[in-house]
């Protein structure tokens, strides 16, 4: 069994650029200082997060991802360029901007558990010359896509005149705009799915919803963005697919042992741009994003899914 006609698809990921830093080791004691535990570090490593780890995941299934977003002129931007380069990822859409601190997200596990994450970044938006230098790098590439996806995680990047500006050139060129959003920017003008997390959700429907009410809320905000789908996703208990025509439909999560939740959203939003690009029906892309979270969530830390993990994990639903 292969993948859905996928291979080659060129996809365009715009969106902030996070560099994960996830330093690991052993708790054998309290410290005297304060009651909390002393790691002693084992091991540590840096991994491409954010946008980033949305192209790795299209890169990994055997898309081409064309990634756009902006990160510092400091060391963890040079880090994060290395990173890329060893990745086999292009940089040149990628912008750095003098004196802006590149999204570092540091998490320390202990015994197989997040014990604290530190964050170094800033999230005002741009200034007037960086946000400039993406839109031109976003021009250079989305008529060559076969699909847009917009990563945003509030860092600063997203404007709601960018936003509005790639809905319109999405449909200009004729090609899917998905995004993984952030209630902030509500309501991603033009986008064909957007795949936001339960909280996501409610922030957007401006309340909280019960799991068995999520279609109906789904189905409002629909009515409110002028959307053609919601794919709201809810860990444990899976998926509610939501479209402008049609019934809601539900997709129970896969049941496996649950390892580490970190960039199942990245993967989602890949795995449903590609599918879409491929010709996919809505529901049977999101059945394979469905498919794809369940394997990167057994996982530790920022992961993808590979082509054959894909596959293995679509038969087992057959």
Not at 179 to 196: E, L, Q, R
Not at 237 to 259: D, N, Q, S, T, Y
């Amino acid at each position: 069994m292969g993948l859905p006609g996928w291979p080659g698809k060129k996809i365009l990921v715009v969106g902030d650029l996070i560099l994960d830093h996830f330093v690991r080791g052993s708790v054998k004691r309290i410290s005297p200082e304060a009651p909390v535990p002393v790691v002693e570090v084992e091991d540590e490593h840096f991994i491409l997060g954010g946008a980033a780890n949305v192209a790795s995941n299209i890169k990994a299934l055997g898309g081409i991802p064309f990634l756009v977003g902006a990160i510092g002129d400091d060391r963890s931007g040079s880090d994060f360029i290395q990173l890329m380069q060893y990745s086999g990822l292009s940089s040149s859409g990628v912008i750095q901007v003098h004196g802006r601190p590149t999204s570092l997200k540091t998490r320390v596990i202990a015994n197989h558990q997040q014990v604290v994450r530190v964050d170094r970044e800033v999230s005002e938006r741009l200034k007037l010359d960086a946000a400039k230098a993406v839109k031109s790098a976003i021009s250079r590439y989305i008529g060559d896509c076969d699909a847009v996806v917009v990563s945003d995680y509030a860092k600063g990047l997203f404007s709601p005149s960018l936003l509005a500006w790639i809905g319109e050139a999405s449909r200009k060129a004729r090609v899917p705009y998905v995004v993984d959003p952030k209630p902030v920017h509500f309501p991603y003008p033009g986008a064909t799915v957007v795949t936001p997390n339960r909280s996501e959700a409610q922030g957007f429907f401006g309340r909280e919803f019960r799991t068995e009410d999520a279609g109906e809320a789904g189905r409002r905000l629909i009515e409110k963005a002028g959307w053609e789908a919601l794919l709201i996703t809810l860990g444990s208990e899976g998926m509610v697919l939501c479209r402008k025509k049609g019934r809601p439909v539900h997709i129970p999560a896969r049941v496996r042992e649950v390892f580490d939740v970190t960039g199942a959203g990245d993967t989602v939003v890949a795995v449903m741009a590609l599918g879409l690009s491929a010709g996919l029906s809505m529901e049977a892309a999101a059945r394979t994003a469905n498919a794809a979270a369940g394997v990167v969530v057994g996982k530790a830390g920022t992961a993808v899914c590979t082509p054959r993990e894909l596959e293995a994990a679509l038969r087992a639903e057959q």
